[in-house]
């Protein structure tokens, strides 16, 4: 799960702060400074709901969706809100908005928003104008905005509102049609407004990438590339890793990772292989990465299965092992000294440790949506429409317990789950308060949300609600 330390107690946002809101001006990226922020402070939790950087909390400020008027300086709702933390505790009287545009990309892997130093990090919908006076329905800006709002900046624009795509502190990445592209901003003025991504260099590697596995907490991104040998008619792919920055690309597995010394790759097909990726965890040392395999027999494509692999500089097969024989599409990982909750061919999560693919425990008895695990319990929801949060054991079988029950939102982002000493809490968009942001501490006995953020008007918390 993400870590972030987190203590909240949250109150409502004053009309006052709306006030403020609304006076910035809608010329190019003019808007107000709200002043404060610590840009020198350790920052928690990139890319999910809630960012935490020092005694500030910045959040996307609920969830309207992809239509709403995206004119800077307009945005309200699903905006970037900050609030102060002050003895532990929000200060919801502090909400201001930081960056008024609309948090938005469709893909469920992206979306959230990143901090680096002195510079908030999101993807939002273009909404330039063409020359007949029609606004785009089709591309994404990256852009970032200073943590105390005084200047935002274009970074680049790319026809898509759906890519998957991390943010660095001095690149953005993105996938889409087996291109792995990025746009370097190393190179753009540290102040003031930018309209035109100037200094900002776009690129791409050249080569076709069938998939991709990166976090924010992990240093390297690794993928999958075309095999560069034209020699042979063998089936392979290679699995590759590189630094954030652009640097040290670095080939882990290609067509003879796998053989014996003396052996050929073209007598031994079932030893070379088509990789597919499916995610990363951190660890102490470097990461683990999850994948599929398979290789060419005939005419058929096999798969040799679902398995993990710690790789700290290097990719060892002897550190391999097999989760499971099938090949699975829907993983949680929880690093290599406890595997993954995966799929088994009955959409059922059970727990994979590497050593009990003939009998793994059986997590869920049904098609779920495993969102974060913490202490040896995972957590989930429904897959489609969610209205309570389970937790369960997923090393032993146990029974299920509801944390708490309320509808939830869980076609966008994933739900964040949250941990700091006593309190732990989960994060998510509440479909009874129209989408606002809410959240549960869910080892409290009072498993009640509570609303946080500002809300237009009229959709303020009722008084029993406070």
């Known amino acids: 799960m993400k870590k972030k330390l987190i203590t909240i107690f949250a109150v409502i946002a004053l009309v006052a702060v709306l006030a403020t809101v609304f006076v910035a001006c809608n010329k190019g990226y003019k808007w107000h400074s709200v002043g404060g922020g610590d840009a020198t402070a350790e920052v928690k939790s990139n890319g999910g709901y809630v960012v935490k950087q020092g005694n500030y909390l910045y959040m996307i400020n609920g969830y309207s969706g992809a239509d709403q008027d995206n004119t800077f300086g307009t945005p309200v709702k699903q905006s970037i809100v900050r609030v102060e933390i002050k003895d532990g505790a929000i200060d919801n009287s502090t909400a201001v908005v930081v960056a008024p545009k609309s948090v ?39 852009m970032r905005t200073k943590i105390d709002g005084s200047a935002t900046q274009l970074i680049a624009t790319i026809n898509s509102r759906s890519v998957e795509y991390l943010f660095t502190p001095t690149r953005v990445w993105y996938f889409a049609n087996n291109t792995l592209s990025y746009v370097d901003f190393s190179g753009m003025k540290n102040g003031g407004d930018i309209t035109n991504g100037k200094g900002a260099v776009k690129g791409q590697l050249g080569y076709t990438i069938s998939s991709v596995a990166w976090d924010y907490e992990v240093d390297k991104i690794f993928f999958t590339r075309s095999a560069t040998d034209t020699t042979t008619s063998l089936t392979y792919n290679e699995l590759c890793s590189i630094d954030k920055s652009g640097a040290n690309e670095q080939v882990l597995a290609t067509y003879n990772t796998y053989l014996a010394k003396g052996e050929k790759a073209v007598d031994n097909g079932q030893k070379v292989f088509t990789f597919t990726l499916l995610d990363v965890a951190k660890e102490e040392s470097g990461a683990t990465i999850y994948y599929t395999k398979s290789y060419k027999a005939g005419s058929s494509s096999p798969s040799a299965g679902t398995f993990m692999n710690k790789v700290a500089g290097s990719f060892k097969v002897a550190d391999e092992k097999r989760l499971t024989t099938n090949a699975v599409t829907t993983i949680y990982p929880l690093g290599y000294a406890d595997g993954a909750l995966a799929y088994n061919t009955q959409s059922v999560y059970c727990w994979y440790n590497g050593e009990n693919e003939e009998d793994p425990v059986q997590v869920t008895n049904s098609s779920k949506t495993v969102w974060f695990a913490a202490g040896g319990n995972a957590y989930y929801t429904a897959s489609s429409s969610a209205s309570e949060l389970y937790k369960i054991s997923y090393r032993e079988k146990s029974n299920v317990e509801v944390v708490f029950s309320e509808g939830m939102k869980v076609d966008w982002l994933p739900l964040d789950g949250v941990e700091d000493g006593d309190f732990k809490a989960s994060f998510f968009f509440a479909t009874s308060d129209n989408n606002y942001l809410h959240y549960v501490n869910y080892m409290s006995e009072d498993t009640k949300s509570t609303m946080i953020g500002i809300y237009l008007p009229g959709d303020e918390p009722k008084e029993e609600e406070k």
């Not at 999101?122 to 089709?138: F, L, P, R, W």
């Open 104 to 142: 938005y990309n469709s893909s469920s892997k992206s979306g959230g928003i990143a901090i680096f130093g002195d510079w908030i990090y999101y993807a939002t919908n273009n909404y330039e104008k063409d020359k007949n006076g029609i606004v785009s329905t089709t591309d994404s800006d990256f």
